[in-house]
Nanobody, 118 residues
Framework: QVQLVESGGDMVQPGGSLRLSCAAS????????MRWYRQAPGKERELVAG????????NYADSVKGRFTISRDNAKNTVYLQMNSLKPEDTAVYYC???????????WGQGTQVTVSS
């Protein structure tokens, strides 16, 4: 079955960096756009970054532009989120999402906690 497993979440100080990974299985990875979302306590889940099937195009939330970079390795069935210059407001559970129009796919991972605090 489709599975997305995030890893790399941790507690870091403001200004620090983390790299999140999401390992995919159970579907043809290169057939799906991949996205990272996050959800902070008491807030709605929000889109952080997305990348097209071939990695040729990316998009970012305004709040992370210039600090976060999404990438993917279709040979390894993995999508990454490099997070630099982290701020306390980046604290959230980060979720990986796979999205494909046909055959329809919209799958989520279990999330990984990122905490930015001094």
């Amino acid at each position: 079955q489709v599975q997305l497993v995030e890893s790399g979440g941790d507690m870091v100080q403001p200004g620090g960096s983390l790299r999140l990974s999401c390992a995919a299985s159970g579907f043809t990875f290169s057939s799906a756009a991949m996205r990272w979302y996050r959800q902070a306590p008491g807030k709605e889940r929000e889109l952080v970054a997305g990348i097209t099937r071939d990695g040729g195009s990316t998009n970012y939330a305004d709040s992370v532009k210039g600090r976060f970079t999404i990438s993917r390795d279709n040979a390894k069935n993995t999508v990454y989120l490099q997070m630099n210059s982290l701020k306390p407001e980046d604290t959230a559970v980060y979720y990986c999402n796979a999205d494909r129009t046909w055959p329809r796919l919209n799958s989520w991972g279990q999330g990984t906690q990122v905490t930015v605090s001094s």
